[in-house]
Every structure is written in structure tokens, then in C-alpha cells.
């Protein structure tokens, strides 16, 4: 969402290290992809939860929204902050990009919550599940979600029609780590994505929007899922594959609607 609205130079990004031991997510410059805390120079997150609120109990977890004004942290649950950049920053702002715009709001939010259970939290319930009930609960309707999103796809090139949306950003998170994490590590191995006809080039459809490919660190993404839950994954062994091509013609541009013209001729510049 910081890159769709070329909010670059107005907020910056601290990256920490995709693994995270019992000591929680710490900063590791020297690591290839990571930065130091440009903020304040902690060496772990868990220093600026303390420095926001002395007091905090709170599971420390990212992404983190730091003001620096008030220096203290604004919001640490994603979709909460996926909104406040798309629509509280506009005056700072490069590109004039809605993916909240009036006339879809309400489909919009609609489908946030749709896709939320069974998708983007129907992977981790799978994943994390300690009992075969639960799991198959979890999974059922994790592709039976997915089965459905493909269907609509077939006709639409977006989730909410024929403008792209934070409904699309909230399912691309989900869908762009499936093969490579989910699949195997969280036991979600019913079918790839890249196995659905529709679903799998509606997520390079987005992946190529100008600005979303270059937020994708596939080598994070992989690192931290594989090594971080030794409950899970107790000898952290990262899987090999799948070596997708997300860069590969998808066809979707056939289907009404567009990028927003903003983002297509920055990409052009």
C-alpha cells in the first residue's frame, strides 16, 4: 500500500530479520534485505513497544506504524494500517491512488471480512492446528473459500469488479506465499495456488501492478515461516520450491478494468 500510493518519501521502512527466536524480531543490518531501526536505532522491536508504553503486556508483533512526532506507535494490526495509508496520507502522497473509493466501500469492506476467516487466517488455523478436527475445519473452508474467489475471477478481473482495491492487497498477501509456505509448511497441500485457473493469474495480475513485485521478498517470506515455527518445523529446514514465475503473461488485462492510470504512468516514467 506504501508503494501503490508513493508514500516513499513520507514514511519511511525499518525491515527486520525474517527469523525471530525467543528474543522476538530484532533488527540485523548486516543481514542481506534488513535495515537498523531508523527510528530509534533498537536493536529489537520489543524496545520501541516498551519505549511507546513502559507498561505494555501486549504480544509484540509487526508490521508496526511509528509516528515520529508523538513517537509512539500509531497501530500494529495490518488491515488497520493497509486503511490509514490509503486514505489518511493523501496530502503527502506521489500517486493519486484510491483502493477504497466511494461506490465500492461497502463491497469492499464486505469482502475483507469475507475473505479474512477462511483465507488469510484460515491458513495460520491450519497451520497451527494441534488436532485433526480443527485442521480439517480449517482447511475445508480454506478451499472452499478459495474455490469460490476463483469462480468469481473468472468474469472479473478484481475482487470488488473491475477497479483493484484493498480487498485485492488483502488477498495478494495470502495467495503470493501459498505455494512456497503455506502449502507445505502449514499442511495446506489440497492444491497450489498456481493450480487454479483463475486465482493463479489474478495473483500475477497484481504481482506486475506497478509497485507490488518489488514489496515481495520471496527469500524472507521463506526464511521466517520455515525457521520460526520449530513447532511446526522443529529442525527449521527451508523448503526448496516452488521457483514460480509471477513475472509470466497472465491474461487479465482481457477482463474490464485497469491499474489505477496513476500507477501505469509511473511505471511508464
Given at each position: ?23 522476538g524480531w530484532q533488527f540485523t543490518p548486516e543481514k542481506e534485505g534488513c535495515t537498523r531501526d531508523h527510528v530509534h536505532d533498537a536493536d529489537y522491536l520489543r524496545e520501541l513497544y516498551v519505549r511507546a508504553d513502559p507498561d ?11 509516528d515520529t512526532d508523538e513517537d509512539t506507535i500509531v497501530n500494529n494490526e495490518s488491515k488497520e494500517i493497509m486503511r490509514m495509508l490509503d ?183
Amino acid at each position: 500500500m506504501r508503494a501503490l500510493k508513493g508514500l516513499e518519501d513520507a514514511i519511511s521502512v525499518s525491515v527486520v530479520d525474517p527469523y525471530r527466536d525467543e528474543d522476538g524480531w530484532q533488527f540485523t543490518p548486516e543481514k542481506e534485505g534488513c535495515t537498523r531501526d531508523h527510528v530509534h536505532d533498537a536493536d529489537y522491536l520489543r524496545e520501541l513497544y516498551v519505549r511507546a508504553d513502559p507498561d505494555v503486556t501486549c504480544r509484540v508483533t509487526v508490521p508496526v506504524l511509528w509516528d515520529t512526532d508523538e513517537d509512539t506507535i500509531v497501530n500494529n494490526e495490518s488491515k488497520e494500517i493497509m486503511r490509514m495509508l490509503d486514505t489518511e496520507f493523501d496530502e503527502v502522497a506521489d500517486h493519486t491512488v484510491d483502493l477504497y473509493p466511494d461506490g465500492y466501500r461497502e463491497e469492499v469492506d464486505r469482502i475483507i471480512d469475507e475473505i479474512y476467516e477462511p483465507i488469510n487466517n484460515g491458513v495460520y488455523r491450519a497451520g497451527f492446528a494441534t488436532e485433526q478436527e480443527p485442521y480439517d475445519e480449517a482447511v475445508d473452508e480454506l478451499f472452499s473459500a478459495l474455490t469460490h474467489w476463483d469462480d468469481v475471477l473468472a468474469d472479473q478481473r478484481y475482487l470488488a469488479g473491475d477497479r483493484l482495491t484493498e480487498a485485492d492487497i488483502a488477498m495478494f498477501t495470502t495467495l503470493v506465499r501459498f505455494d512456497n509456505v503455506y502449502h507445505t509448511h502449514f499442511m495446506c497441500n489440497v492444491q497450489y495456488i498456481r493450480e487454479f485457473d483463475n486465482l493463479w493469474p489474478y495473483l500475477r495480475d497484481i504481482y506486475q501492478t506497478p509497485g507490488v513485485g518489488e514489496t515481495v521478498n520471496m527469500d524472507h517470506i521463506t526464511e521466517h515461516y520455515y525457521t520460526t515455527h520449530p513447532d511446526v518445523n522443529p529442525h527449521r529446514i527451508i523448503a526448496r520450491g516452488p521457483a514460480l514465475n509471477f513475472d509470466a503473461p497472465h491474461d487479465r488485462d482481457e477482463l474490464a478494468g485497469e491499474p489505477p492510470a496513476a500507477l501505469v504512468s509511473s511505471a511508464k516514467r
